[in-house]
């Protein structure tokens, strides 16, 4: 089965702090994405990798930034955590299919839940 | 730009009776379409999804989702409910299939059961 792992389950951090929040899966996905997940808002994509040090812009990347320097990991970074940043974090992951297809199945981690305080 | 609407952000349900979870999407040429569900707690989990061919689609766990060009839709159906599927369903859009391929979310529906 793939394994999506995010390193830390419930972060508590106070405004302007740096926050690493860490994914690691484990199938050599391609495709890495972190989102964000607000009650009444869905999921919404922060960034996303298509492969090692490539990264793009998804709908909201104001006030984060990404690094993948590894295929495996897919780091979102806090440079100054403020207090509308608390929410839910969701890192995913995609490979292509046999056709060379991305089917769009996203491989999720359980959730990273940061408060800032 | 695409988008998906769910319509119904609660719904309640008994258990053993029938569901149907809409959604719309918004995109002018033919959608990939999905359905997610996150148990409390947990991530994200695919439960079926569209890419053409015959419109209606099984997935696990006894669900179903026709697509329907005309209407913009693509409704997730369960024909009797079980105290477990009690969870909260995103409906997801994605354009193409490449490389760059990114899911658009909707807002999800959060079902409850009642015994």
């Known amino acids: 089965d793939v394994k999506v792992t995010q390193s830390s389950r419930y972060l508590v951090k106070r405004t302007g702090e740096k926050v690493f929040l860490e994914c690691v899966q484990d199938m050599d996905h391609e495709n890495m994405f972190w989102y964000r997940q607000d009650p009444g808002l869905g999921l919404r994509l922060i960034y996303f990798?298509?492969?090692?040090?490539?990264?793009e812009k998804g709908d909201i990347p104001e006030g984060y930034s990404v690094s993948r320097e590894k295929k495996e990991r897919f780091s979102l970074i806090l440079e100054s955590a403020s207090t509308n940043q608390t929410s839910m974090y969701l890192c995913?992951?995609?490979?292509?299919?046999?056709?060379?297809?991305?089917?769009?199945?996203?491989?999720f981690g359980e959730g990273s839940r940061l408060t800032v305080l | 730009a695409q988008s998906v609407t769910q319509p119904d952000i609660h719904i309640t349900v008994s258990e053993g009776a029938s569901l149907e979870l809409r959604c719309n999407y918004s995109?002018?040429?033919?959608?990939?379409l999905f359905w997610y569900v996150q148990s409390p707690g947990q991530g994200l989990q695919l439960l079926l999804k569209y890419f053409s061919g015959d419109t209606l689609v099984q997935g696990i766990k006894g669900f179903e989702a026709e697509f329907k060009r005309s209407q913009s839709s693509f409704n997730l159906r369960k024909p009797s409910v079980h105290w477990s599927d009690a969870a909260e369903y995103f409906c997801a859009v994605a354009r193409y299939t490449g490389t760059a391929s990114k899911l658009t979310f909707g807002t999800g529906t959060r079902l409850q059961v009642t015994l």
């Open positions: 995109y002018g040429a033919t959608p990939y």
């Open positions: 995913a992951s995609r490979t292509k299919t046999s056709g060379g297809y991305y089917t769009g199945e996203l491989f």
């Open positions: 990798s298509y492969d090692v040090k490539m990264k």
